[in-house]
């Protein structure tokens, strides 16, 4: 369980461009929620993740995962246990690596806390395994440096990245918004097929209403820093697009 105790973020305190992203908040990540996360520009969504993963110090307050407070715990510390994705798939890819090195990079960071481009033969079979479930024909393009494949495809690879020796936590920072709609509904579905499977706990940026409804079993909605909502299975299953408009500020 993640849990997260009056936590605020204070971007350049003290001074004329002093921005409160985070105010005080407060939740509770249960282990197999699937979390969409809601809410205008600026609302501080990805501040909230740079939380969980630490790549943000917190001004004030304190996050714990399984009980155990990790506020001041490093990023690459944290990222044996949390996987994250971006919108544009170049981030988190290397364009000049193959497919089959990018997934050692991944996997021998997870697995060996520490990054090797070496690729041993039971890993390419292992990467093989995993790709062919993503039923994009990529078991066969693993020699093919990442850079030369479409976005929605590179994307698929860096989902897998992300889930290979699978994390306890999974931020999806609006990860199909620069896709095309055939190839976001795709990465969408495996995303899901994914969480599922490997019984992951994630939390998904989107700002797409009808994406943040029929994914996931609780929706938040943020704004100016502040969790404003936060509705549970039964709730959320009875919300229409039209009950999210309220929302946001117009
Ligand atoms: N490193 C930073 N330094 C100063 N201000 C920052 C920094 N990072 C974020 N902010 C500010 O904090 C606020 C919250 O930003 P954040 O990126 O978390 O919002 P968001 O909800 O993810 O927005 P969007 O939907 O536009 O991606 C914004 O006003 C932003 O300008």
Excluded: W
Excluded at 27 to 42: A, E, Y
Excluded at 176 to 182: E, F, M
């Amino acid at each position: 369980m993640l849990e997260l105790k009056d936590v605020s973020v204070i971007f350049n305190q003290g001074t004329q461009l002093e921005k409160v992203a985070l105010h005080d908040m407060s939740c509770k990540i249960q282990d197999g929620d699937f979390i969409t996360l809601l809410g205008s520009n600026g609302a501080g969504k990805s501040t909230l993740f740079n939380v969980i993963s630490g790549s943000v110090e917190v001004s004030q307050g304190s996050v714990y995962m399984d009980g155990i407070d990790i506020t001041n715990e490093k990023e690459h510390v944290r990222a044996k246990n949390i996987g994250r994705l971006f919108q544009n798939p170049e981030h988190g890819t290397a364009k000049h690596l193959t497919v089959e090195e990018n997934l050692a990079l991944a996997y021998s960071a997870r697995k060996r806390g520490l990054f090797s481009l070496a690729v041993h033969k039971e890993d390419r079979e292992y990467f093989k395994e995993k790709l062919r479930t993503l039923d994009m024909g990529l078991e066969d393009r693993l020699k093919t440096p990442i850079g030369l494949l479409s976005g929605g495809q590179r994307q698929a690879v860096a989902l897998m990245m992300a889930v290979l020796n699978p994390p306890k936590i999974l931020l999806l920072d609006e990860h199909t918004a620069a896709l095309d709609p055939k190839s976001a509904k795709k990465i969408l579905r495996i995303t899901n097929e994914l969480i599922e499977k490997e019984h992951i706990t994630a939390l998904m940026i989107t700002h797409n209403i009808n994406d943040a409804l029929v994914n996931g079993n609780r929706l938040f909605i943020m704004n100016d820093g502040t969790l404003i909502q936060d509705f549970e299975t039964e709730r959320k299953k009875q919300l229409k697009p039209a009950d999210i408009l309220n929302y946001y500020e117009v």
